[in-house]
């Protein structure tokens, strides 16, 4: 039997290593990954108390988490594109016609 | 010799390599690849714990559509990085240290929080995982499930206009 706080501890190291790779990365693409590393820390932490609880709840939303990631993965990786072919980059430090 | 929790411990480890080193590539096919190691350690964590529907889910949505999606468009965006982290030193050292921070703030709050009461184990149903998670699907959670596939079609919609070349 796997103790919680060892299924804790891990979502929570995977959550912090996506936070890393979000801030310091240059490249898009890698920033979007690491999106997805966080949302599967997410979906551990789910699993995890839905085992504790003994209720089915956590699995269902962990569906509902992985199809939202896979519907957010299409639509950021388009953007990707569409930046890509604007600004022939997908450096993150270069995008910044939003700065003041 | 509790070989579950070696397992455990087995896929744990594999999980947080493939994540720092998806991390820290210069090339971004490697860390697609490390990306997928996570995936598949992550879908070995959720079989132990019980959720057999979610481990294929895992598989084929992350490890089959997510990551072949992102390598099509590594392909289509094939540039080489000369420096990797944004920023510089300073930039990498506060970020690492903002996120042992925040670490430190949730391992806290975990620690402090009441002992986890007695693992209730999952009865595995009568009829097996995937049975009991396509009832409570289809019965409980019907508006979530219906909403989600009209998010995915316009997730579809939206990625298709984007991605069009100017006409």
Same mark, same amino acid.
């Given at each position: 039997m796997i103790p919680q706080s060892h299924l804790l501890v891990l979502s929570l190291v995977l959550l912090t290593i996506g936070v890393v790779g979000v801030l310091v990365r240059r490249n898009v693409i890698i920033i979007l990954m690491s999106i997805e590393l966080i949302l599967n820390a997410a979906n551990l932490n789910f699993v995890a108390f839905s085992r504790q609880w003994g209720d089915l709840t956590g699995q269902i939303w962990g569906v509902f988490n992985i199809t939202i990631a896979a519907a957010e993965v299409a639509v950021g990786l388009a953007i990707v594109i569409a930046l890509f072919r604007n600004r022939e980059t997908v450096n993150v430090d270069e995008m910044n016609l939003m700065k003041w | 010799m509790n070989w579950g929790l070696m397992v455990f411990y087995f896929f744990a480890a594999l999980a947080t390599v493939g994540g720092v080193m998806m991390i820290t590539r210069r090339n971004a096919v490697h860390s697609a690849v490390y990306l997928v190691l996570t995936f598949v350690a992550i879908a070995g964590i959720y079989v132990q714990l019980g959720a057999e529907f979610l481990f294929a889910v895992q598989v084929l949505v992350?490890?089959? +559509?997510i990551l072949v999606l992102f390598l099509f468009v590594i392909m289509l965006v094939n540039l080489e990085e000369p420096?990797?982290?944004? +920023?510089?030193r300073m930039r990498l050292a506060a970020s690492g240290i903002m996120t042992l921070v925040l670490f430190g703030i949730l391992a806290s709050s975990f620690a402090r929080?009441?002992? $986890?009461?007695?693992? $209730? $184990?999952? $009865?595995?149903?009568a009829e097996g995982n995937l049975q009991a998670v396509g009832a409570s699907l289809y019965v409980d959670y019907v508006l979530p499930f219906e909403l989600v596939s009209v998010l995915l079609l316009v997730a579809m919609i939206g990625a298709i206009v984007l991605g069009r070349p100017r006409a």
């Amino acid at each position: 039997m796997i103790p919680q706080s060892h299924l804790l501890v891990l979502s929570l190291v995977l959550l912090t290593i996506g936070v890393v790779g979000v801030l310091v990365r240059r490249n898009v693409i890698i920033i979007l990954m690491s999106i997805e590393l966080i949302l599967n820390a997410a979906n551990l932490n789910f699993v995890a108390f839905s085992r504790q609880w003994g209720d089915l709840t956590g699995q269902i939303w962990g569906v509902f988490n992985i199809t939202i990631a896979a519907a957010e993965v299409a639509v950021g990786l388009a953007i990707v594109i569409a930046l890509f072919r604007n600004r022939e980059t997908v450096n993150v430090d270069e995008m910044n016609l939003m700065k003041w | 010799m509790n070989w579950g929790l070696m397992v455990f411990y087995f896929f744990a480890a594999l999980a947080t390599v493939g994540g720092v080193m998806m991390i820290t590539r210069r090339n971004a096919v490697h860390s697609a690849v490390y990306l997928v190691l996570t995936f598949v350690a992550i879908a070995g964590i959720y079989v132990q714990l019980g959720a057999e529907f979610l481990f294929a889910v895992q598989v084929l949505v992350y490890a089959g +559509g997510i990551l072949v999606l992102f390598l099509f468009v590594i392909m289509l965006v094939n540039l080489e990085e000369p420096r990797r982290f944004s +920023g510089g030193r300073m930039r990498l050292a506060a970020s690492g240290i903002m996120t042992l921070v925040l670490f430190g703030i949730l391992a806290s709050s975990f620690a402090r929080s009441a002992p $986890a009461r007695a693992v $209730a $184990a999952i $009865a595995p149903a009568a009829e097996g995982n995937l049975q009991a998670v396509g009832a409570s699907l289809y019965v409980d959670y019907v508006l979530p499930f219906e909403l989600v596939s009209v998010l995915l079609l316009v997730a579809m919609i939206g990625a298709i206009v984007l991605g069009r070349p100017r006409a």
